[in-house]
């Protein structure tokens, strides 16, 4: 019945309606930022973004790629929140940037601008690759999974699922967060307007990586969104790692927010890591320290970065816009 109703009229009507609210959304934003689009070119949603290259005592190089809000620089002396996104290539950022944007922008004075802070790698291609063949996404994701490996992972282990050796180089996540703590976040901290509110994000290797960040120190950030967490590396340590943090009496300082996602295509295996996770943290809520868990239906483990990005923004605004 609903195919045979949908006729050329109502697809003519949707059309005008699109296009009205185009044309709508268009108006406000030439009012609002005609005259910067004169001073700056870009797509509207990184038109405010600046890059920086950062390099560790030990000499190891990450690229920090900062997305402004659109209002930064006509807002005075405004503070944001700043939210930094681990795994930055090759999609997290611009997927985080984008809704960051978007949903300001789309939803003007109801949803609150953040900095959008993406690290990665100065060399977004992996050491060996061939710059004469177009990588795909997932190909390159693949290939930045030793450096992933090192720097989100807390033990040095192999995968149990046969995938390429990565104990010569897992089990640095400490050094790699003393880095965001002592190095990144100061200078960012001097060269941006940034306010009380910290958001640390991860996927999947990178969701390992916030977990120990969490447990780590919770005095760098006040929120941790924790994506598809593969917690299930070596021997899954972290679970068990938070299982003593939260019978600890550090448990009784903390003050953060936690959000943990999983898609609900994920496998079995995945799912398990990510509810595991949250009952376990979920143990030791208070006022001050709260858990939440969302499934996020349809998504597999690749396609759900996109809606973990959203997921973790509409999290994140609604505690700032209701704390």
């Known amino acids: 019945m609903f195919v045979e109703r949908w ?3 109502s697809v003519g009507m949707v059309s005008t309606v699109v296009l009205a609210t185009t044309w709508a959304l268009w108006t406000r934003y030439w009012k609002r930022y005609a005259q910067r689009s004169l001073e700056v070119s870009g797509p509207l949603m990184f038109r405010e973004t600046e890059t920086h290259v950062y390099r560790t005592l030990a000499g190891i ?89 090192r720097d989100f992972l807390p033990t040095a282990a192999d995968s149990p699922y046969g995938a390429e050796p990565l104990k010569h180089v897992s089990g640095h ?38 977990t120990h960040a969490l447990m780590r120190d919770t005095t760098t950030f006040t929120h941790y969104a924790i994506g598809s967490p593969s917690l299930w590396w070596d021997g899954e340590v972290m679970l068990k790692r938070a299982t003593d943090w939260v019978q600890s009496d550090d448990i009784h300082k903390v003050a953060a927010k936690v959000l943990v996602t999983i898609g609900g295509e994920e496998s079995a295996m995945m799912k398990k890591c990510a509810s595991d996770l949250a009952e376990v943290l979920g143990r030791a809520s208070s006022s001050a320290f709260t858990v939440e868990l969302k499934s996020i239906p349809d998504d597999d483990h690749q396609s759900v970065k996109g809606t973990f990005a959203i997921r973790t923004l509409q999290w994140l605004a609604l505690s700032i816009l209701y704390p």
């Open 173 to 210: 996540a400490e050094e790699f967060f003393d880095f965001i703590e002592n190095q990144l976040l100061l200078d960012l901290t001097k060269r941006y307007r940034i306010g009380d509110i910290r958001c640390l994000a991860g996927l999947s290797l990178s969701g390992v990586g916030v």
């Open 61 to 149: 190089q990450y690229q920090a790629q900062i997305s402004l809000p659109l209002s930064y620089h006509s807002s005075g002396q405004t503070s944001y929140p700043i939210l930094v996104v681990l795994d930055a290539e090759p999609c997290l950022f611009s997927l985080f940037a984008i809704n960051a944007r978007y949903l300001a922008y789309a939803q003007e004075g109801s949803f609150p601008e953040v900095i959008v802070v993406g690290l990665g790698y100065s060399d977004t291609l992996p050491e060996g690759s061939d710059t004469t063949q177009q990588q795909s996404a997932l190909e390159h994701w693949q290939g930045l999974r030793p450096l992933r490996a």
């Open 7 to 9: 006729t050329s009229t």
